[in-house]
């Protein structure tokens, strides 16, 4: 009887406040939802948006059917508030207006 070749990945998901990170074994062929659905087991009691959230590996949006390699961080996305780009635009911008005034 042969063994069943499993791997390991971590998924990872953070609010403002926390970090959380899951430790799941899967079989090779598993793909990031499998290990969505496994860490979703894990995570009982943690707000965390499993069906709809964009996921990625290492900071690189993927597929949810994409399979991940033994020891991927898979990452589930949240909306920031702000889009990051644009607050620093503000931000030289409104520097800027100051420098001119100053």
Do not use: H, N
């Amino acid at each position: 009887m042969s063994e069943v070749q499993r791997k390991r990945c971590l998924v990872a998901y953070a609010t403002t406040e926390q970090q959380y990170l899951w430790a799941v074994e899967l079989p090779v062929g598993a793909s990031i939802q499998d290990a969505l659905t496994a860490a979703r087991l894990l995570a009982q009691g943690v707000d965390v948006p499993w069906d709809s959230a964009p996921v990625g590996i290492f900071g690189e949006l993927r597929a949810r059917t994409d399979v991940p390699a033994a020891a991927d961080r898979i990452e589930i996305y949240r909306d920031l508030p702000r889009d990051p780009r644009e607050v620093r635009r503000e931000r030289v911008k409104q520097s800027r207006l100051a420098a001119r005034r100053g």
